[in-house]
């Protein structure tokens, strides 16, 4: 079983294509979804699927969020199982996009590609992902890359990690993982900050308990 999550009006052969239902879209008027599922809800057995992709869909969702959903999609996966996903090159946009010579012509197309097109309440992006970064969650979560792949399109600049599941992470070992993550968000070691923290870790396990395999 392989899945291809947000799909959008982009079908995959082979694939189960889910996506919001046409009611939830703005400017998309048609589907080509096979599934209409919310992705927060979603949740398979354990070890039963051979691939996930999302193609500009994952930076839509916030830092506590993606840590559930990187577990929960290990516990999906067999071992070797595949998980694709592409998303805006926050460093390469703003390279390109910012200098003296372009900024005048390409800061508003960049800034739409870096923090969403905002005609909806889901259409506004949380995360500037760098390969390093996000070379960095894969890592966390059992994942070991494959191939790391940059593409570009009318000056957006987009990143694309394949990878595939190394290591069946437990619930536990997943809270771990996420913690030392979301540290690296952190001001400083304040309390204030560790409050911060708490509160991420808690959103963190409240969606993990609805993405975890059942």
Known sequence: MKLHLGCGQKYLDGYINIDFPSSEHTVQKTSVADEFHNLYELTYSGNCIEEIRLHHVFEHFDRSTVCAFMAGWNSWLKIGGKLQIEVPDF??????????????????????????????????????????????LFNAFGYSILKVNKTEYKRTFNI?????????????????????????????????????????????????TKTFAK
């Open 91 to 136: 460093e390469l946009t703003f390279k390109k996009n910012f200098s003296a010579f372009n900024r005048n012509k390409y800061e508003g197309v960049a800034l739409r590609h870096i923090f969403g097109s905002q005609e909806a309440s889901w259409a506004v992006h949380y995360e500037g992902y760098s390969e390093k970064l996000l070379i960095k």
């Open 160 to 208: 694309e990690i394949v990878a595939e599941k190394k290591h069946q992470l437990s619930i536990e070992e997943s809270k771990q993982q996420a913690n030392s993550y979301l540290k690296f968000y952190l001001v400083d070691d304040s309390d204030s900050e560790k409050d911060m923290l708490g509160v991420w870790m808690n959103n963190f396990e409240k969606q993990l």
